[in-house]
């Protein structure tokens, strides 16, 4: 029954991050793109630690089932949903459904090799983001 749940754990996060890419990216790319500028609005900000809060505990269960790779935290998803996004915007012809399935088969379990270095912090993710540039 176990890979069962880690194969449910797994179609979770999928449907997740699939969700959260559409939300962020195809809904209301402009407010993704000035992020930086909306994380200093206590409602924005709580939101987003609420979201990633949420994605460490699917990535905890993930991981518990075996599914997951050991070294995945909720801080690496930003950066992992701007890629797709940025797949996903591009127009047509982009396959962005190809980059997820990439993103999602290299947080597999099966097959991890070590990554070169720490997560970030969400300190350190945060000061990536507020520097980012808004587009005029």
Do not use: N, Y
Not at 18 to 34: N, Y
Not at 74 to 97: C, F, H, N, T, Y
């Amino acid at each position: 029954i176990e890979p069962e749940l880690a194969q449910l754990e797994v179609d979770r996060l999928k449907r997740t991050l699939g969700d959260s890419i559409e939300a962020l990216h195809a809904k209301d790319r402009a407010f993704h793109q000035c992020l930086p500028q909306a994380l200093d609005l206590p409602e924005i900000s709580e939101a987003r630690a609420r979201t990633l809060g949420a994605f460490q505990r699917l990535i905890k269960r993930a991981q518990a089932a075996g599914a997951l790779r050991a070294d995945v935290v909720a801080e690496d998803i930003p950066m992992l949903l701007a890629g797709v996004g940025i797949s996903r915007s591009s127009g047509k012809g982009i396959s962005w459904e190809r980059h997820l399935a990439l993103v999602i088969d290299g947080l597999r379990a099966e097959g991890a090799h070590p990554l070169p270095r720490r997560p970030l912090t969400r300190a350190q993710l945060d000061a990536m983001v507020s520097e980012l540039p808004c587009p005029r």
